[in-house]
Structure formats: structure tokens, C-alpha cells
């Protein structure tokens, strides 16, 4: 085998089993796909940047190597004595000096990454994309800096926290995430697309929903609102343009990042408050529904 191979990409060989004995032996491997292999066993490369392993199942992994068991000797076994079933080791990744990750419907959930799994800062895009994660696995939770993280179609994504700094953040079609939040002082220096995710409520430096009950009550009497307990009851058509998502709620406050500006706003039926020097009123598709924002200084 050519020593100075730098990638190889096996996508959608279903038929492969195995590699060859001596791909480990492969220094200058810097890109290995293997997305689509579901009958190839996994082996252990540490010089790869790139890897993605779409459509492989590594949720239902139950093998482990033995005790003070070599990656060489660990290799040469699966190499050796292919099993009829082969499952995909976690523990195998090269996660001290990859970039790039891809698994894409790996049937990955929250305990399907060992405790002691770490990835190495030098991590730069993540795509964990159809899993049934509900949070963001500990192995991540070290890095300090993504290029790219992506989260599409995750049913099961119930929380984003302690997220480092991000260029491009994609959570789309998640459909119970409720809040994304960063490491304090990370910030989201590019785009979000957090398109469909209904029952998003927060997310850091971009924006937070939040009951008219829990409004601070000085808010509130500045926008000239003075009996908050009968509008509780009240529903309106709230529509989110983060998100994409239109809902029937409870009069709720929208809190919005812009820049320098903090911005407030309530969405009340068929009723305008002004309050402050600096207020905008914009109509929302619907018949008497409105949207106030009040810079909130």
C-alpha cells in the first residue's frame, strides 16, 4: 500500500469487511471517509484530520478492548478476527488530532460516549446530525473554539449549554431543544440557524422568550401595563422570526440581542403601548397582533 496516501474515501461500500493489514501503517492519512461502511470493523487511526463516518452504528457498541491492550494489538484483532456483526468503537476515533467529525446518523445517544472521551481543542467542524442525543456529549464540552457545529433532525435535542466560541451554529428541525447557552464570555461570531425548532425558548446573545409572569415588573410598568394577572389568561399568535415558528400563547416577552443594543419586546392583542423616547411598531401578518419593542436600557 502507498505509504504517502493523505485520503481515502470508501463511501457507501457496503460490501468492504475489512482494510487491509498494514493501513495502519498510513503516517500521512489526513482525510479517511468511511460514511455508509455498516460491514466494515473499525480501526484506529491517529493521524487523521478528517473523518466522517456517516450511517455507521455506534450506539449499540457493547465491545470493549482489554485491559492494557495496545491500539496495535487492539488493530491486528479486528484485522485478524472479523466479527460476523461488526460494532463500531467510540474509543477508536482519533480524537487527539482531528479537525473535522461527521456522524451523521450514528444512532449515538447520551451514554453512547465513554466517560473518559475527550476531543482535543484542534476540533474545528462537528456534525452530529440525526442522533437521538438529548445534550451535548461531555467529550465536547473542552473545546474552545468551532468553526461549525450542526445539529439537524435531532428529535430527542432537548438542551445546547456550555457551548464554546462558534462561527456557524445549525439547529434546525429539532423540534423539543429548548435552550442554547454559552460558556461565559463565548460568544456566536457568525450565523445561526436555529429554523423549526418549536419549543426554543433561549439562546445566548441572540434571544429569550419569556411568560408576561416573569417579566422584571419595572419593565413591564414601563410599557405601561398595570394589571399583569388578567393578561395570563390571555392567548395571542406569537410568531418567531428565529425560529420560523408560528404558536397560539400566552401574551409573552421577547428579549433580542441587535448589535449594541438590548432590545425589549411584548406582543399584546389589539392593544399598543408606548412608553420611552425610543419605540418602533411593526404588524405581524395578523389582524391585532403587535409587536413593541422598547430599547431597554
Not at 473545546?143 to 439537524?152: D, E, G, N
Not at 445561526?192 to 416573569?214: A, N, R, S, T, Y
Not at 416577552?253 to 443594543?261: D, I, L, S, V
Amino acid at each position: 500500500m502507498a505509504e504517502g496516501l493523505v485520503l481515502i474515501n470508501l463511501k457507501d461500500c457496503i460490501l468492504l469487511k475489512k482494510l487491509p493489514e498494514n493501513f495502519g501503517m498510513l503516517k500521512l492519512l489526513h482525510t479517511l471517509i468511511i460514511s455508509g461502511c455498516s460491514n466494515l470493523t473499525m480501526l484506529k487511526m491517529e493521524s487523521l484530520k478528517v473523518f466522517h463516518a456517516n450511517g455507521l452504528d455506534f450506539g449499540n457498541s457493547n465491545f470493549t478492548p482489554h485491559q492494557n491492550e495496545s491500539w496495535k494489538e487492539f488493530i491486528w484483532g479486528l484485522v485478524s478476527k472479523p466479527r460476523i456483526s461488526p460494532q463500531f468503537l467510540l474509543s477508536s476515533l482519533p480524537c487527539n488530532s482531528i479537525t473535522s467529525l461527521s456522524l451523521v446518523n450514528c444512532n449515538l445517544h447520551d451514554n453512547s460516549f465513554p466517560k473518559d472521551f475527550r476531543f482535543a481543542p484542534s476540533l474545528e467542524y462537528l456534525n452530529l446530525s440525526n442522533n437521538p442525543i438529548g445534550f451535548l456529549p461531555d467529550c465536547f464540552k473542552g473545546l474552545k473554539y468551532v468553526k461549525w457545529l450542526t445539529f439537524i433532525d435531532c428529535n430527542q435535542l432537548l438542551r445546547l449549554e456550555d457551548l464554546p466560541n462558534i462561527e456557524l451554529l445549525g439547529t434546525l428541525f429539532c423540534p423539543i431543544l429548548e435552550k442554547i447557552t454559552l460558556k461565559p464570555g463565548m460568544y456566536i461570531n457568525g450565523f445561526v440557524f436555529p429554523q423549526k425548532c418549536e419549543k426554543l425558548l433561549e439562546m445566548d446573545g441572540v434571544f429569550k422568550i419569556v411568560p408576561i409572569g416573569e417579566i422584571d415588573s419595572e419593565l413591564i410598568n414601563n410599557c405601561g401595563i398595570s394589571d399583569v394577572e388578567s393578561m395570563k389568561t390571555m392567548q395571542t399568535r406569537f410568531y418567531n422570526g428565529f425560529t420560523f415558528v408560528e404558536t397560539k400563547c400566552s401574551i409573552q416577552g421577547f428579549y433580542e440581542n441587535q448589535g449594541e443594543c438590548n432590545l425589549f419586546s411584548i406582543f399584546i392583542l389589539g392593544v399598543v403601548f408606548q412608553r420611552g423616547s425610543l419605540v418602533k411598531v411593526t404588524c405581524l401578518h395578523y389582524p391585532l397582533s403587535y409587536h413593541i419593542l422598547i430599547f431597554d436600557t
